[in-house]
């Protein structure tokens, strides 16, 4: 059970990091031209140079370690509706550093936020349940994947073809490179769990001291972590568009329903991670997401 909360605490220790990275990052785009695909080289070129937006990198890879201990102990389905308590710090972050202002529905939103993670976690979410050698699992993840990548490809196709709906077709796009980035560190956790099992708590510790497992799928973790960086990166990229082209307030909800939703169902359907009390957790979701909304506009800050 301790190893339960364990999970819980990582989890949101990695989304205060990956919060404060965030901020940074946003003070280092107000000093670059506008993010767009056509010319999508010079602005990552402009991201590299700027120091203040690569310390916020250095953050955001930095929250990547509590957030695989994270997936570890509790798996993807918790974890990742946990990682919107982030914006609990973007919300502290934003006045102190961005000199905003709380309106009055952004204090409900960050009460609700406090609030939503006790409900998560009596929703009593087990850990995943499958074995990575398992031809069922590689089969329904593998589908799992071309539905996301026709999805994806559909919403550049639309995204090309039309001005139409720009906002909130990037940020469902973006929706989805998150999941499905989330989704490939799950898979990466669960290659390395032998590597991690029994001794998780204590490399965290002591990284220095790490028993080396050779039952653990290098190779598949290895593909796991580079789908989470392709999908985090181009998820990163899609977002600022949505951001730029919309209202934060339609934008958050529809990149925080596939941010959040997907890993859900594919912790639930793929990796066989149940739910033990489904009203806990769904009021807890269902808080997470209204939460969400009332301090888009903290988050459009953070990150547009």
């Known amino acids: 059970m301790i190893g339960y ?7 949101i220790l990695s989304a205060f990091i990956f919060s404060l990275g ?13 993010i767009k695909f056509d010319n999508i080289m010079d602005s990552v070129k402009a991201m590299f140079k700027n120091k203040i937006w ?44 961005l000199k ?15 609030i939503a993670p006790i409900f998560l976690t009596f929703g009593n979410v087990t850990n995943t349940a499958v074995q990575i050698a398992d031809p069922i699992f590689h089969f329904s993840f593998i589908i799992f994947y071309i539905i996301c990548f026709i999805a994806i490809g559909i919403s550049f196709l639309f995204y090309w073809k039309s001005d ?17 980035g989330a989704m490939a560190a799950q898979l990466a956790v669960l290659a390395l769990r032998p590597f991690l099992s029994n001794t998780a708590f204590y490399i965290s510790l002591n990284p220095f001291f790490i ?18 960086l392709i999908g985090n990166s181009v998820g990163t990229f899609v977002v600022q568009i949505a ?12 990149q925080s329903a596939g941010n959040l939703l997907i890993p859900i169902i594919g912790g639930v359907l793929i990796f066989k991670q149940t739910i033990g009390n489904l009203l806990f957790f769904i009021t807890g979701i269902i808080l997470m997401l209204f939460g969400t909304i009332l301090l888009a506009r903290l988050q459009a800050e953070a990150q547009a």
């Not at 250095?58 to 509590?66: K, L, S």
């Open 54 to 97: 690569v310390i916020g990198l250095v953050c955001a890879t930095g929250g990547g370690i509590p957030y695989f201990l994270a997936q570890f102990f509790v798996g993807v389905a918790l974890s990742q509706p946990l990682m919107g308590t982030g914006l609990l710090f973007v919300a502290l972050f934003a006045i102190k550093w």
């Open 5 to 11: 909360f364990i999970g819980i605490f990582l989890a």
């Open 22 to 34: 965030a901020i940074f990052q946003k003070k280092g785009v107000e000093e670059m031209p506008d």
């Open 211 to 228: 028993e080396y497992r050779p039952n653990s799928d290098f190779f598949i973790a290895i593909f796991g972590l580079i789908i989470l």
């Open 100 to 114: 905003e202002s709380l309106k009055l529905t952004e204090i409900i939103g960050i009460t609700i936020l406090i």
């Open 164 to 180: 139409k709906f720009v906002s909130e077709n990037m940020a469902a796009n973006s929706g989805i490179f998150f999941g499905a």
């Open 243 to 254: 951001f730029q082209k919309g209202k934060a307030a339609i934008v958050v909800p529809i």
